[in-house]
């Protein structure tokens, strides 16, 4: 088996977000059998159990998000605030074609600066909270200016929900990201079975029972020494304990 990275973890590593960033406060889930032959994929397997901060329950975070919906025939959306802070600090995103279009445009601009994250469908952009804020976007304003376009503003960022008991990681270094030294990073079985790969799952909801390229997923190899995910055991039991003892991924330098 072989580290599997999903399209959207390796969206994220190549945009803005970076690997930190897509996996922080998300959790391992423990599979048998072998894993799939992409992240994209449903998780494969019986889960055995999900691996969170010293077995805590776990709560995954909900980003605080809002809408802007552009609308008009010429001009340019000059700033886009939540709070005080500008997401398009590249400049203004002028109208082009149609109101749908500039959208488009406007959904690059915010993603391409990484302070918030952009989707957009027609003329209506959802701008979201990067993962690992939790509820501190909650309640900041998602503010236009524009010259003759309108880009109307749903309100306040709203809904953000905060992880509980999601994992940490060690700053990187050397290439290197890895499991922190001095954090227990465990679970309690949840059924019997042989550990045979696990999944880090990023922060966002997801059970990894849906195909997706936007979710940011990391698959990978278990042993009790020398694999990906490195168990204190293999064998799982219900309600017994059991720990990652280290993990460890190599950004090569070429």
């Known amino acids: 088996m072989t580290v599997r990275l999903s ?51 776990l709560t995954q975070e909900t980003p605080a998000s809002q809408t802007i919906t ?18 398009i600090p590249d400049g203004a995103v ?3 074609t149609d109101a749908s279009t500039t ?6 601009a915010i993603n391409r600066n990484g302070y918030m994250r952009a989707t957009v469908v027609g003329a209506v952009v959802t701008v979201t909270a990067r993962p690992g804020a939790g509820t501190t976007y909650n309640g900041l ?37 890895s499991k922190p030294t ?21 922060a966002q909801t997801d059970d990894g029972s849906t195909t997706s390229t936007l979710l940011c997923r990391m698959d990978g190899s278990i042993a009790t020494s020398g694999g990906d995910f490195v ?3 293999i064998s799982v039991t219900v309600g017994a304990p059991n720990t990652v003892d280290s993990f460890s991924y190599t950004q090569l330098a070429q």
């Open 141 to 177: 304003a998602l503010a236009t200016t524009v010259t003759t376009l309108t880009a109307t503003s749903g309100g306040n960022m709203t809904g953000g929900v905060a992880s509980v008991n999601g994992l940490i990681l060690a700053a990187p270094s050397a290439g290197v990201l």
């Open 231 to 233: 168990l204190a055991n």
């Open 103 to 108: 959208a488009s445009d406007l959904c690059d």
């Open 70 to 87: 552009v609308a008009g025939s010429s001009g340019s959306i000059n700033t886009v605030t939540v709070g005080t802070l500008n997401i």
């Open 7 to 57: 399209t959207g973890l390796r969206n994220a590593i190549v945009g803005s977000m970076g690997l930190t960033g897509a996996l922080i406060r998300g959790y391992i889930g423990i599979y048998t059998g072998s894993q799939p032959a992409s992240a994209d994929s449903p998780a494969t397997g019986t889960l055995l159990g999900r691996v969170t901060a010293a077995s805590g329950a």
């Open 182 to 202: 001095s954090v227990v990073w465990s679970f309690n079985g949840i059924a019997v079975g042989t550990a045979g790969w696990a999944r880090f799952y990023g």
């Open 94 to 96: 002028a109208f082009r």
